[in-house]
């Protein structure tokens, strides 16, 4: 699991940290950037911490990570710098840099970052970069599509609805009623960490759960309630994906929400998860199945529900860019699986590179 070839043999590889973005998530990346720049070997690579602010601007950040305490629990803000404006791209590979030795780390929660639009901008400049590509990050963002895509590979789901803002009438509420009962989820198509979604137990409480996804996006998405547990699985890898042990999420509040994962992190975390050999072999088979339906690379988290005499395990969703905080899931499930949390990003580094060689020797010319 090494990092990128460096042509020299002593030079760093350049990796460039994401973070902040221009989501409901931004807090989320600040925290999981935090915890990957303190983690990186500085011997083997040039960190280089850019953030970008809710209105899109993007900032140099080296100097206020290097003033942090070991008590900070985020990097600050990209909103409060008050660094020059940086452009994108000369700032991911400066002029007459190698752009072999960059690789992009998009730590970038949510809508513009891990929707496929940060990776087409570095798609376009050549530059290798972690995690899903652009049709996988815009597909597992959106929740009623990726739903649609895992259907048509028959992955088992708990049942939904999805619908666009002009289509949320009194007649989408009551077909809700009517094909999934009460109570039902209602979430953001495209968002994560439980930001806009609310629990709805009865037709007033829809309404409102539909009024505040639809402050996020303009495509919503309802789900029955599953009384199951919660199962997550962490996949690495690109065309020869593999699966962590599973996790089991123990949720101190009504469900898993923001507050759970990450403010008072009381969620009980049990790793491995208490399955039986053939339940875990089941749920890794189905992770690494999602994940390849997707067309997923580099890493995803796989989330399920389990009813147990029931249906088994249903596909949740996907996330392309998982927590990356000292207590989220995926690197606790791959530190439970043998690859502590330094080597994980050692492996994401040359998985980015991988992929990028892969793609890159594609002729462009008829």
């Known amino acids: ?12 590889v350049r990796l460039v940290v994401l973070f902040g973005g221009r989501s409901a998530e931004h807090e989320v990346s600040c925290i999981s950037a935090l915890h990957v720049l303190r983690a990186v070997d500085p011997e083997r690579y040039d960190v280089v911490p850019i953030g970008i602010t809710r209105d899109g601007r993007w900032v140099e950040a080296g100097d206020v990570v290097a003033a942090l305490g070991v008590s900070a629990a985020a990097l600050p803000s990209p909103d409060d710098s008050d660094a020059a404006e940086l452009d994108p791209l000369p700032a991911i590979v400066p002029r007459h840099a190698d752009a072999r030795r960059v690789v992009v780390f998009p730590l ?62 009194d007649a989408f509420v009551d077909a809700v009623i009517d094909e999934l009962g009460l109570p039902v989820f209602v979430k953001p198509a495209n968002l994560g960490s439980s930001v806009g979604v609310t629990k709805a137990d009865t037709r007033d409480a829809l309404v409102a759960g539909l009024d505040e996804a639809l402050r996020y996006d303009e495509y ?57 050999d053939e339940a875990t072999e089941e749920v890794r088979r189905l992770a690494v199945a999602a994940y390849r339906a997707l067309r997923v690379d580099g890493l995803a988290r796989v989330d399920f529900f389990y009813e147990e005499g029931g249906r088994g395990f249903l596909v949740n969703e996907l996330n392309t860019i998982p927590g990356f905080t000292h207590i989220s899931m995926y690197p606790k499930l791959w530190e439970a699986s043998g690859l502590p949390y ?20 594609f002729d462009t010319k008829r």
């Open 1 to 12: 699991m090494a990092t990128p070839e460096r042509p020299d043999g002593n030079e760093r």
């Open 108 to 169: 970038l929660h949510g809508p513009m970052g891990e929707d496929g639009t940060v990776q087409g901008l570095l798609e376009l400049a050549g530059v290798p970069y972690i995690g899903a590509g652009v049709l996988a990050s815009a597909v597992c963002m959106d929740k009623g599509v990726a739903k649609d895509v895992l259907a048509a590979h028959g992955l088992p789901q708990a049942r939904w609805r999805s619908t666009r803002e002009q289509d949320v009438d």
């Open 220 to 276: 919503v998405v309802v789900e029955e309630t599953v009384r199951g547990r919660e199962i997550e699985v962490a996949v690495l890898g690109n065309a020869s994906p593999r699966a962590s042990v599973p996790g089991e999420i123990e949720p101190s509040h009504e469900f898993y929400d923001f507050d759970d994962k990450y403010v008072d992190g009381a969620a009980g975390l049990r790793i491995p998860a208490s399955l039986s």
């Open 342 to 361: 330094e080597r994980l990003i050692d492996e994401l580094v040359r998985l980015a590179v991988e992929r990028h060689d892969r793609r890159a020797r």
